[in-house]
């Protein structure tokens, strides 16, 4: 069945460095997400991606995120000038269609931490 | 708001047994979607079962059922004839049919399965 895969799994980063955190969803899937968890907190919701553009973000979102769909494949996060309370787990979803019962289909995460 | 609650952080059963995760939600809407969503250790989350608010018939997923209480907000987990395989994190989601796409998710409940 297919999968979708994030990379890397762990990525350690000094405090005001850039990271892209990458994700391949489900080839024929068209809606994209990130979330992140915080450690001994909820999954919380980061941004949704259609058709090469935000169709909604969080509160969390702010100008240190970015997201991209650089090519057929890829879908990426990128976080300009890391916090320490960056350190979290991200996850990548990916679903076919939007909204009511679709579920989405989660990566393994990646694992920020954030010196 | 929209809030989900799991009060229980870690849960263990024996093999072959029952056991009952719960999860309570906080919600003025009327039409919804509930889901659980297992996490195995490193490994992607997965949907388990998924429950419409509009239906009052209790989903079943082989060992898996609901029981939901739209009154009282709660949407528990059985997970029935407990295999070694069901060890992992359980997390509670839900969605409205208005807001897009994103789920909003209870902090998990670990689950151990003891031989």
């Known amino acids: 069945e297919p999968e979708v895969t994030q990379t890397p799994s762990h990525q350690v980063t000094q405090m005001g460095q850039e990271v892209i955190l990458r994700c391949v969803p489900i080839?024929?899937?068209?809606?994209f997400y990130w979330y992140r968890q915080i450690l001994g907190q909820k999954v919380e919701f980061l941004v949704s991606?259609?058709?090469?553009?935000?169709?909604?973000k969080s509160e969390i979102f702010d100008d240190q995120f970015s997201v991209e769909r650089p090519d057929g494949s890829n879908f990426t996060l990128k976080i300009r000038s890391t916090k320490l309370e960056d350190s979290a787990m991200y996850f990548c979803?990916?679903?076919?269609?939007?909204?009511?019962?679709?579920?989405?289909?989660f990566g393994p995460g990646t694992r920020l931490l954030v010196l | 708001a929209q809030t989900v609650t799991q009060s229980q952080p870690e849960m263990s059963v024996q093999e072959a047994e029952t056991v009952t995760l719960s999860c309570t939600y906080d919600?003025?809407?009327?039409?919804?979607?509930l889901f659980w969503y297992k996490q195995p250790p490193s490994r992607q989350m997965i949907l388990v079962i998924r429950?419409?608010?509009?239906?009052?018939q209790n989903a079943t997923e082989n060992r898996f059922s609901v029981n939901f209480q739209k009154a009282a907000k709660s949407f528990s987990l059985k997970i029935s004839d407990s295999q070694l395989g069901d060890a992992a994190m359980y997390f509670c989601?839900?969605?409205?049919?208005?807001?897009?796409?994103?789920?909003?998710f209870g902090t998990g409940t670990s689950l151990t399965v003891i031989p």
């Open positions: 979803a990916s679903s076919r269609t939007s909204g009511g019962k679709e579920t989405q289909y």
């Open positions: 919600t003025s809407e009327s039409d919804y979607y």
């Open positions: 991606f259609y058709n090469n553009e935000i169709s909604e």
């Open positions: 989601a839900y969605r409205t049919s208005n807001t897009g796409n994103q789920f909003y």
């Open positions: 080839s024929n899937h068209l809606y």
């Open positions: 429950q419409e608010a509009y239906k009052q």
